[in-house]
C-alpha cells in the first residue's frame, strides 16, 4: 500500500470523510510529495510537536521539522503555536485539504488542475460521503434583517451573534468560487475562526479582521444573494461561509447531488402578507437560491421541501411582505463542535476507529 493510500484512510476516519477515489489520490499525489505524505500518515487531527511525530516516523527531528514546516507554508497542514514552539497536526478535507490552497485566490496551472479534481471527486466520492450520515455537518444561518424583533430567536440562530462571541476572525476568498469559476458573486467572504484562523493569518493565505468588519462582509454577501452557512452545533463558529449554489461544496449537496443531509436547513421559513405584495417576482427570480419560492395563480407559495430558510427572499422584498415563521419540527442543532463530531463519525461506524487514532 502506498503512503498516499495510507493517508486517504487516515484522513476518512474524519467525520469530513475521505473515501477512496482516483481523483482523490491524484488530489494528494499534487498536494503532498513522497516524502510529506510518508511523514503525515504518522500523524493525526490533534497537533503533536516534532519530536513525538519524528520518533514515530524513525527520522531526525531536524528533517521531520523542515519537512513539517513545508507543508505547513502550502496549508496542507496545520500547526499550533505555545510557548514559542510549534505543534503539528493534519487537516480533514472539509474545511482543509479543499478550502485552504484556494484561500490566496489560485491562479495557478496547479489550483486549475485541484479545481477540477475536487469537483470531480465531490461529484462521484465526497459529496455522498460528507453527507452519508443523519445529522448534518453544516447548516443554514437565516439573513439577520430576514429575523423581527419580534422573533424569538435562540443566539446560535443569529449569524451577528456568532461573529459577536469570537475571540478572533480571518477573513479569506472563497474556495468554491475561486476553483469552481460558475459565478461572478463576492469572493473574499469566507470567514474563520479561531486557531485555524490565525493559522491562516501567520501563513499568508487570510488576514485578520475586526467584528465590524465580518459583519460589513455578512452585509455584502447578503446584499449579493449569499448563503450564510456555519458548523452544526451551538457553542461557537468554526467558519461562516457565505455560498451561491452554483459553485459551493455545501449548497451543491442538494443543489446537483440531491443529498437530504448536505446541510440542515435554518429554523425558519417564509410567510407572505398579501396586501403588501406587488408581485414584483424578486423573491422568486432573484433571491431564492433553491428555486422554492413561486407564484403560482398570483398567489405566493413556498416548497416547504427545498427552502431551506436562509431569508434572502425576505431581506430582498422591497414591500416588506415576507418574513420568517418558525417551522413546525425545525431541525435539531447540536450542542457543541465535539458532540456533532461524535454523533457523525457514530452515525458512520467510525469513532472506534476515530479514537484509535488520536490516541497515537
Not at 447531488?257 to 448536505?262: G, R, S, V, Y
Not at 419560492?293 to 422591497?318: A, K, Q, R, W
Not at 442543532?333 to 452515525?347: A, D, F, I, P, R
Request: contains cysteine.
Amino acid at each position: 500500500m502506498s503512503v498516499y493510500q495510507q493517508l486517504q484512510e487516515i484522513l476518512d476516519i474524519h467525520p469530513a470523510s475521505a473515501p477512496a477515489s482516483p481523483h482523490f489520490d491524484e488530489i494528494l499525489r499534487t498536494l503532498f510529495t513522497n516524502d510529506e505524505a510518508g511523514l503525515a500518515i504518522h500523524m493525526n487531527f490533534s497537533p503533536k510537536a516534532v519530536e513525538k511525530i519524528a520518533e514515530s516516523a524513525r527520522i531526525d527531528p531536524d528533517k521531520a521539522a523542515r519537512v513539517l514546516e513545508g507543508m505547513a507554508k502550502k496549508v496542507i497542514i496545520f500547526f499550533n503555536e505555545r510557548d514559542g514552539k510549534k505543534y503539528y497536526g493534519l487537516v480533514p478535507t472539509i474545511p482543509g485539504l479543499f478550502e485552504f490552497p484556494f484561500m490566496k485566490g489560485g491562479g495557478t496551472p496547479m489550483h486549475d488542475k485541484l479545481g477540477k479534481l475536487w469537483s470531480a471527486y465531490h461529484n462521484d466520492a465526497l459529496g455522498e460521503s460528507f453527507a452519508g450520515s443523519p445529522t448534518p455537518q453544516m447548516r443554514v444561518v437565516p439573513v439577520e434583517k430576514s429575523l423581527t424583533a419580534q422573533s424569538i430567536a435562540h443566539p446560535y440562530e443569529e449569524v451577528v451573534q456568532l461573529i459577536q462571541t469570537s475571540d478572533y476572525i480571518s477573513l479569506a476568498q472563497c474556495a468554491c468560487r475561486v476553483s469552481v469559476k460558475k459565478c461572478e458573486a463576492p469572493k473574499d467572504v469566507c470567514l474563520i475562526f479561531g486557531a485555524p484562523g490565525k493559522f491562516l493569518v501567520s501563513q499568508g493565505y487570510a488576514k485578520e479582521i475586526d467584528k465590524n468588519e465580518a459583519i460589513a462582509v455578512l452585509d455584502r454577501a447578503e446584499a449579493a444573494g449569499l448563503v450564510h452557512t456555519s458548523n452544526n452545533s451551538e457553542d461557537k463558529a468554526s467558519v461562516i461561509c457565505n455560498c451561491c449554489p452554483c459553485c459551493c461544496t455545501i449548497l451543491r449537496g442538494k443543489t446537483e447531488l440531491k443529498h437530504p443531509h448536505a446541510f440542515a436547513t435554518s429554523a425558519w421559513i417564509p410567510t407572505w402578507d398579501q396586501a403588501l405584495c406587488s408581485f414584483c417576482g424578486i423573491c422568486a427570480d432573484e433571491r431564492c437560491p433553491m428555486e422554492a419560492v413561486s407564484f403560482p395563480g398570483d398567489i405566493f407559495d413556498v416548497d416547504p421541501e427545498n427552502c431551506i430558510g436562509c431569508g434572502l427572499c425576505v431581506s430582498g422584498c422591497p414591500e416588506e411582505a415576507l418574513s420568517l415563521v418558525r417551522r413546525e419540527n425545525p431541525p435539531e442543532v447540536l450542542k457543541s463542535l465535539q458532540e456533532m463530531g461524535m454523533t457523525v463519525l457514530q452515525e458512520k461506524g467510525k469513532l472506534e476507529k476515530f479514537a484509535e487514532l488520536m490516541q497515537k
